[in-house]
């Protein structure tokens, strides 16, 4: 099949197979808090929803799993995958680095194209943030930080940070449901360009930092259930 993950998110093909198809679909209701931590993802449902044979319903299922949407557990199946409070630290110490050091690798002040492209990109997230949508929220902000970072020149960055963002999607719900987050989101997202247009990277620099760390926190104060691991 065509790995969903090979492409940017905000560049998928016109034409995407009934697979890719379910995998943005169920990634979609993982991010948007539509399914939750450690919920079953039932082979049968699955088949019925997405009009697919069990053989490619167990393709879909482990494409989640690379994905890091969703986890095989023994004796249950598949569910959506949940983090213990230490992952989701991790994760998100190891994003702050990632875009803090892009931050810092950004043509400061930014060219006028890029800052157009940023705007433009802008535009769509504010009109889906006033549409309380938040599908084409989750989308709008991936084009907007893919363009952003992608402003670094470099490739293998770009790709790190793409990769750890994928792994955060599911801990995302808690902030992207909400529309007060939304709307600061947006707010962010603004005061980033004006840092770039300004020059002022040790601004941009710390909004990339603050910006990550509502859907940590949100993530963390609902899951407090889900322990950390024992010490091996």
Not at 3 to 11: E, M, N, V
Not at 140 to 160: D, E, K, P, T, Y
Request: hydrophobic share 40%; proline share 5%.
């Amino acid at each position: 099949m065509s790995r969903l993950a090979d492409t940017p998110d905000f560049a998928q093909p016109a034409a995407q197979t009934a697979l890719e198809r379910a995998v943005q679909a169920l990634e979609e209701d993982i991010v948007l808090g539509r399914l939750h931590p450690r919920e079953r993802l039932i082979e049968d449902d699955l088949m019925q929803r997405f009009d697919l044979k069990r053989h490619a319903v167990r393709e879909l299922l482990v494409e989640l799993a690379r994905l890091g949407l969703a986890e095989r557990r023994k004796n249950i199946g598949s569910e959506v995958r949940s983090f213990a409070p230490r992952e989701v630290i991790e994760l998100y110490d190891m994003r702050e680095l990632l875009e803090t050091q892009a931050a810092r690798l950004v043509p400061c002040p930014a060219s006028p194209e890029a800052l157009h492209a940023l705007i433009e990109i802008q535009h769509e997230h504010d009109a889906a943030v006033d549409a309380e949508d938040p599908r084409q929220v989750f989308r709008s902000n991936l084009r907007f930080h893919q363009a952003l970072f992608g402003l670094c020149g470099n490739g293998v960055l770009v790709r790190a940070i793409h990769e750890y963002a994928r792994q955060t999607h599911p801990i995302r719900f808690g902030t992207l449901v909400t529309s007060e987050y939304r709307r600061q989101a947006r707010h962010e997202h603004w005061a980033m360009i004006e840092a770039l247009r300004e020059g002022r990277r040790e601004d941009l620099v710390a909004l990339c930092r603050a910006h990550l760390r509502p859907s940590r926190d949100a993530y963390l104060a609902a899951n407090r259930h889900l322990a950390d691991p024992p010490a091996a």
